[in-house]
């Protein structure tokens, strides 16, 4: 079965950092593209950022564009999202997901996630 299992998140002032990892397993994770989206209090889910199987190619959202950076390390099976400069709108439970091909064409197609983790910043 596809386990995806987020882990970093905390409390962090503005202007802060955090480091998001994902843990996966139940498919080869190396071939399959993968992203972050979060989910604000009261919001609808939010695409973040997408990454390609090898790695080669990452996309953000606007609105974190500059501040964070998607990566992966296929040998250990993680997904990662270094958050910098964090802001208080970047308040959400994030999540990772997993896309059915190597590379995707709508943000929206990922089909597993996980169970989340919560990312508060805050004075």
């Known amino acids: 079965e596809v386990q995806l299992v987020e882990s970093g998140g905390g409390l962090v002032q503005p202007g802060g950092s955090l480091r998001l990892s994902c843990a996966a397993s139940?498919?080869?994770?190396?071939?399959?593209?993968m992203s972050w989206v979060r989910q604000a209090p009261g919001k609808g889910l939010e695409w973040v950022s997408g990454i390609n199987s090898n790695g080669g190619t990452t996309r953000y959202a606007d609105s974190v564009k500059g501040r964070f950076t998607i990566s992966r390390d296929n040998a250990k099976n993680t997904l990662y999202l270094q958050m910098n400069s964090l802001k208080p709108e970047d308040t959400a439970v994030y999540y990772c997901?997993?896309?059915?091909?190597?590379?995707?064409?709508?943000?929206?197609?990922?089909?597993?996630w996980g169970q989340g983790t919560q990312v508060t910043v805050s004075s």
């Open positions: 139940g498919f080869t994770f190396s071939n399959y593209a």
């Open positions: 997901a997993k896309y059915p091909h190597g590379g995707w064409t709508s943000i929206g197609e990922y089909e597993y």
